[in-house]
């Protein structure tokens, strides 16, 4: 049965109070609160509060459309949609909208793709920070430009993003768009095997096998090693296979 919290919410969403339609929205999406999951009675409720100018419901209307849940998959409608939502400020929409506009084949759909990142970006988010770097890396969509490209990679490392860290460990061990500098890039590599990237986690263990950027040692070396076969990384796995062989920062074992 419906709870009595959604009958309010239902006497209410029929008046027109936008954020009861849109709490309505989630409710029939997720099938909480006695509803039924039902993504039609969803996606209608989401509709009546989008069309009042709601972002969230703008948002959520978008990724209906986007995924064609409770109604027919339309990307066009999915970009009108989380365009409005990314117009008054929803990150998610800003994201989402670079997404399916890095698809199209028009030029002005991924320059309009690198303005929204740019917008995620100065907004906070790592994941449009990371990708507006690639874009300004390649000249995708921006003119290209390697300094704010790694600006904007450090930024987002220093966040906790851990694409982002592994890319600035690579930079710092190419010295690609910034100096080389192994100390460096042993401390991003190893923030970024921390965080469970499994290239990072087999990079670092090169560094701690041949002591460069930080004091060699065997042990950790294979420690990391293990993290990134247990990941299915095959460089780890092959690495892992050696050490055991060689008896390096573990016991010997042929088997």
Known sequence: PMSKLANEILSRADDGDEDAQCDLGIWY????HGLPQDYREA??????????????????LAIMYDNGLGVTKDLGEAVRWYRHAAEQGNVDATIALARLLC?????????????????????????????LALMLRGGIGVPQDHTEAARWISIAADQGFSEAAYALAKALQDGKDVPKNDGEAALWFRRAAEQGHADAQFNISVYYRAGCGVPQDAGEAARWERRAAEQGNTNGQYAVGHSYHHGEGVP????
């Open 29 to 32: 999406y997720l099938g909480e």
């Open 103 to 131: 698809r199209g084949k028009d030029p002005e759909d991924v320059v309009e793709a690198a303005r929204w990142l740019r917008s995620g970006a100065e907004h906070g988010s790592e994941f449009a920070m990371y990708n």
């Open 43 to 60: 996606a209608r409720w989401f509709r009546r509060a989008a069309d009042q100018g709601y972002e969230e419901a703008q948002n959520n």
């Open 252 to 255: 010997q074992d042929d088997g």
